[in-house]
Structure formats: structure tokens, C-alpha cells
């Protein structure tokens, strides 16, 4: 292995083990001889690579950014529907999520306190207004009911997902791809026309079906995003 080989490696070692850290514990609560003994490294080695905490958060960060580019980018269907598109892209975001450390922190950082908020802007804003898109989209293309209020639907659908996504910074559970397709399992009779609702599939893609569950008696019983989803489709009717 070559010198800048070796480089390269040394990098992206002490990359993961600072999403690690950030990840478990925050911004504030890492420290650099932290981050240099869990990838393994001497700290001069760590300053060669990074000057500061704060150049690593940032490199972080921007790989974050980058892998969220990428999973937009892979949701995305040569003529697939609005609808499609939104179930892919929880399901990207899920699975991403569980995987890669580093994108996880990259979302942490943006609600860690004392970081600059220009630097680390939320991402849930931004991810409304996607929502909000794509549902308006699907206005456009007919798939949801006429009586489906935009503004409502947009601030339902975001707020479930944002919440899977934070209730999963203490339980991976919530990422499981059956939570995703439960939520949509319930969020799209409510929506769409019940003759349009087969033609989105909810699972994800090449995954196999989910073991059939009895029915909960109980709405507490219920995951508390497919809960919401079933009480706005109570309200619509």
C-alpha cells in the first residue's frame, strides 16, 4: 500500500470514529484524544489529517450532505409517481440512516447546541418542503383524493417521518423497513383515490413481505407515526 494509500485510510478512520463519538455523545461532549484513541491513531496523526474539532465536524458534515444527495438521487424513477417517489425516499432515508454513522451524526450536529446554525442548518424545514412538493405533484397528476387539503397532508406526512427519525436516535427499531411500509400502509387509503392505491408499493424495493401481525385492539399499541396517520384518515371521512 502506498504512502497516500495509507493516507486516504488513516483519514477516513479518523472520519468514523468522530461520527462515532458525535453521534453517541454530541459535539460538545467529544474530544480529540477520544477520537484518536478509538480509530487508533497518535494525535499528531489526527492533527495532520484535521487542525481542529471543528474541521472534522465540518468534514462530517458534508459527507452527510453528500450521502442525502445521493439518496435523492436514487429514489428517483424514469416516470414514477410523486407518491412512489416520497415511499422510496423514506425508505432510502431509513436504511441509510441505520447503516451509516456518519450520516447519522451529520443530523445530530444540526440539533447540536452551540454550533453555528448557518454552518449546520436543520434539515426538517428543507425536508417540509419537499414533502410539500411532491404532494403538490401528485395533485398535478391526480393521485390524491379532491378533498385532500395540501397544507395538512404536507405538515402530516413530514412531522411522521421526522419523528420516526428522532425517536430512532434511541431505538434502530424504528428504522426497520416495516415501520416505513406501516406508515404508508396507513397514510395512503387516506390519501389517495381507493382504486389508485394499489398501484404504489409501500414496502421496500427487493424486500421480502412482512409476517402477517394480529390486530392491535388498542391505538397505544400502535407505533405513534401510524397512529397519527390513521386519525387524520378518521378525520377525513
Known amino acids: 500500500m502506498s504512502r497516500q494509500e495509507r493516507a486516504s485510510r488513516t483519514r477516513q478512520q479518523i472520519i468514523q470514529a468522530a461520527a462515532g463519538a458525535f453521534d453517541l455523545e454530541g459535539f460538545a461532549l467529544t474530544g480529540l484524544s477520544e477520537i484518536a ?23 462530517v458534515m458534508a459527507e452527510s450532505r453528500e450521502a442525502l444527495r445521493e439518496i435523492l438521487r436514487a429514489a428517483r424513477r424514469p416516470g414514477g409517481s410523486a407518491l412512489q417517489y416520497l415511499v422510496d425516499l423514506c425508505h432510502g432515508l431509513a436504511d441509510r440512516l441505520e447503516r451509516d454513522v456518519v450520516f447519522r451524526a451529520g443530523l445530530r450536529l444540526t440539533d447540536e447546541p452551540g454550533l453555528d446554525k448557518d454552518r449546520y442548518p436543520s434539515p426538517y424545514p428543507a425536508w417540509e418542503r419537499l414533502v410539500g412538493r411532491q404532494l403538490a405533484r401528485a395533485v398535478a397528476e391526480q393521485e390524491l383524493q379532491p378533498r385532500i387539503e395540501l397544507a395538512e397532508a404536507t405538515t402530516l406526512l413530514a412531522s411522521a417521518t421526522v419523528g420516526i427519525e428522532m425517536l430512532s436516535r434511541r431505538d434502530k427499531g424504528w428504522l426497520s423497513p416495516h415501520v416505513t411500509t406501516g406508515l404508508w400502509n396507513a397514510v395512503l ?47 377525513a371521512t
Open 189 to 235: 387509503p387516506a390519501l389517495m383515490p381507493v382504486e389508485r392505491v394499489g398501484a404504489v408499493r409501500t414496502a421496500r424495493e427487493g424486500a421480502a413481505p412482512a409476517p402477517a401481525a394480529p390486530a392491535p385492539h388498542h391505538w397505544e399499541e400502535l407505533p405513534e407515526a401510524v397512529a397519527l396517520a390513521k386519525v387524520a384518515r378518521y378525520q
Open 37 to 59: 484513541q478509538l480509530c487508533g491513531v497518535s494525535k499528531g496523526a489526527l492533527y495532520f489529517h484535521f487542525g481542529s474539532k471543528e474541521q472534522l465536524a465540518d468534514t
